[in-house]
């Protein structure tokens, strides 16, 4: 089974703060995805990555930044962590499945902006 | 614009069956996905149209209309693991995701 381990399933930060979510696939995936969910919200797509050093912005990548320097790796990051980011953050990868890519996800990161 | 909308919650009762609806607005179409998602856990994938009529997997179906921008998830012989919520999303012409807010089913005994 394709398996998404995200590093931290909880964390606690302060304003300002400099914050690195991690996320590894292990099924050689090429797609790679940074979504946020919020309550009452679809699922927002922050950032993703069709290759290795290759990012491209979602819909909301305003506050965070992304690396890819190896296939299996997705990082997020947020440079300077504010209360607005607080919320659940999930990684996600890709594969075809019948003609549709079907999208398989981590356990989420739960961050929490004090 | 883009939306999705799909109920917020519903009950339903153990061995029932329920029907979830979404609606989507996208621009272009490429198919309709469902994922599952239960409390505190990751979303897992559990059906995918892109031609209209219904799929059958099992206890669950999926319905699609194209010329009517509508879904359904049918759930049948409902099991109290089956409470979770339940998202409907939608690829648009760029193969992105458009995602509805989910719904919530509660099953009761």
């Known amino acids: 089974d394709v398996k998404v381990t995200q590093s931290s399933r909880y964390l606690v930060k302060r304003t300002g703060e400099k914050v690195f979510l991690e996320c590894v696939q292990d099924m050689d995936h090429e797609n790679m995805f940074w979504y946020r969910q919020d309550p009452g919200l679809g699922l927002r797509l922050i950032y993703f990555s069709y290759d290795v050093k290759m990012k491209e912005k979602g819909d909301i990548p305003e506050g965070y930044s992304v690396s890819r320097e190896k296939k299996e790796r997705f990082s997020l990051i947020l440079e300077s962590a504010s209360t607005n980011q607080t919320s659940m953050y999930l990684c996600?990868?890709?594969?075809?499945?019948?003609?549709?890519?079907?999208?398989?996800f981590g356990a989420g990161s739960r961050l929490t902006v004090l | 614009g883009q939306n999705i909308d799909q109920p917020t919650e519903m009950t339903a009762t153990e061995g029932a069956i329920v029907q979830i609806n979404c609606t989507y607005q996208t621009s272009g179409f490429n198919g309709l996905f469902w994922y599952q998602q239960h409390a505190g856990e990751a979303p897992t994938f559990l059906s995918y149209?892109?031609l209209d009529g219904l799929e059958e997997k099992g206890r669950f179906s999926s319905f699609l209309s194209r010329s009517k921008g509508y879904s359904y998830l049918l759930l049948k012989e409902l099991q109290m693991k089956d409470s979770a919520s339940y998202l409907c999303?939608?690829?648009?012409?760029?193969?992105?995701?458009?995602w509805g807010a989910g719904t919530k089913l509660i099953i009761k005994p």
């Open positions: 149209n892109v």
């Open positions: 996600a990868s890709s594969m075809q499945v019948s003609g549709a890519n079907v999208l398989t």
């Open positions: 999303a939608s690829m648009d012409s760029n193969y992105q995701l458009i």
